[in-house]
Each structure stands twice: as structure tokens, then as C-alpha cells.
């Protein structure tokens, strides 16, 4: 069994920062990708940020300049750095990961958990 837990959501005002940590646990020989995703109301879920193994990282647009995402691999943990973040930004947002179990290769998500940006 693998285990996703993130932490880090809250409610924050606009031009305000939240850290998201997620945590991976479990029968895992390796983790390859690790990433953020978010799903708004009534909205279709969006990928955020991904962290290859070998530190490379990609970003959606709306993003690119104010998240950085990064990981301990020591930790088996990646992090959500959000900065001057905005009403739009407000979803829950979810951890995913792509890893190599015992079994072979697998796909993970975490439970979520929720970023409000509001005043």
C-alpha cells in the first residue's frame, strides 16, 4: 500500500503565500514524478506543477512566476510553494505521484486539500 498526506491548506488573503508538503509512504522502490494538481468548483481538475526525478520542473502559465515546486527525496515529500496567490487560485488541490512499487509502476493520488483566497 501507498499513502499519500498533505498538509498546508488554509485560507488566505489575496497577495498571500501557502506551503503545501505532500508525503509519500510505503511499499515504493522509487518515485518518478511527482505533482500538483487543483480542481475548482464546477471546474475540470488542472495540472499545477511537476517535479521530475531529476528535478526538472514544469508549470502552468497562470502560475509561472509565483509557485515553485520542489522535493526532498530523502523525505519522499514534495512541496507547494504559493506565493501572491489570488482568488482564482482558490481549489483543492491534490498531490500525484508516479512511483515504482514492488508490484511495478503505479499512479497515486492524495486526499486533497483546500486553498481559499478571500478577504
Known amino acids: 500500500q501507498v499513502q499519500l498526506v498533505e498538509s498546508g491548506g488554509g485560507l488566505v488573503q489575496p497577495g498571500g503565500s501557502l506551503r503545501l508538503s505532500c508525503v509519500v509512504s510505503?511499499?515504493?522502490?522509487?518515485?518518478?514524478?511527482m505533482a500538483w494538481y487543483r480542481q475548482a468548483p464546477g471546474k475540470q481538475r488542472e495540472l499545477v506543477a511537476r517535479?521530475?526525478?531529476?528535478?526538472?520542473?514544469n508549470y502552468r502559465d497562470s502560475v509561472k512566476g509565483r509557485f515553485t515546486i520542489s522535493r526532498d527525496n530523502a523525505k519522499n515529500t514534495v512541496y507547494l510553494q504559493m506565493t501572491s496567490l489570488q482568488p482564482e487560485d482558490t481549489a483543492v488541490y491534490y498531490c500525484?505521484?508516479?512511483?515504482?512499487?514492488?508490484?511495478?509502476?503505479?499512479?497515486?493520488w492524495g486526499q486533497g486539500t483546500q486553498v481559499t483566497v478571500a478577504s
Open positions: 517535479i521530475t526525478s531529476r528535478g526538472v520542473t
Open positions: 510505503g511499499s515504493i522502490s522509487s518515485i518518478y514524478a
Open positions: 500525484y505521484v508516479e512511483v515504482l512499487t514492488y508490484d511495478g509502476a503505479r499512479n497515486y
